[in-house]
């Protein structure tokens, strides 16, 4: 009578209630913009005035507000500023709503005003004017995009294609941990006879109880 070899299958030993870890992706918070990295470290320092101030505040609807500023000093300029603010319907936080228009126009005629807007969930828009008087001063277009763990600014400030000047400013943020943000910023300006660029880096570590920039 011969031998008989068979392969017999064998099977997983292993305790059927032993589960294997799954692998969870962390995802990483947005960074913000750019122009938030030094907002903590600012909000530190008092503000300084000297002299007299004395600011009235009007809400005319949910929407639309007022506000009269009279400043009085000794050393500097005494000056009246006016200032009026419209707020839209589309809160994203406490701290920003969409679409949004300030305007602040002083004694002199000066005009600041700036413009923002939602255009869609990831992307933001900011226009800025600014004059002295009846003489613009600046002229500034914001764009920015907010992915999932990064943000990426372009800025084009006083654009002038008959003199052939402009201002572009990028920036980018990039979320690395929970804590850390690195980044950068890239400023490249143009005129007549002067051209030059400037690279900055950036970062921002913020644990609970602290941060540094």
């Not at 292993?14 to 799954?22: A, E, G, Q, T």
């Not at 913000?32 to 005035?49: A, R, T, Y």
């Amino acid at each position: 009578m011969g031998n008989v070899l068979a392969l017999i299958p064998i099977k997983d030993v292993s305790s059927p209630n032993v589960r294997k870890p799954v692998r969870r992706e962390v995802l990483l918070p947005n960074p913000g913009s750019f122009d938030e990295l030094h907002k903590k470290c600012k909000e530190v320092f008092p503000q300084q005035m000297e002299g007299v101030k004395l600011i009235v505040n009007k809400m005319l609807s949910s929407h639309f507000q007022v506000s009269h500023t009279i400043h009085m000093s000794t050393l500097g300029l005494s000056g009246y500023h006016f200032n009026a603010s419209y707020v839209g319907s589309k809160q994203l936080s406490p701290m920003e709503v969409f679409p949004t228009v300030i305007g602040d126009l002083d004694n002199t005629g000066s005009l600041n005003a700036q413009v923002l807007h939602l255009l869609f969930d990831r992307i933001r828009t900011k226009t800025v004017f600014q004059t002295q008087q009846s003489t613009f001063l600046t002229w500034q277009f914001d764009g920015e995009y907010r992915g999932n763990d990064f943000t990426t600014t372009l800025t084009l400030g006083n654009p002038d294609l008959i003199n052939e000047s402009v201002i572009v400013v990028a920036h980018y943020l990039q979320s690395i941990t929970e804590n850390l943000v690195l980044g950068g910023e890239m400023v490249y300006h143009r005129r007549p006879g002067e051209e030059g660029a400037i690279l900055t880096l950036a970062g921002k570590y913020s644990d609970s109880g602290w941060g540094g920039v």
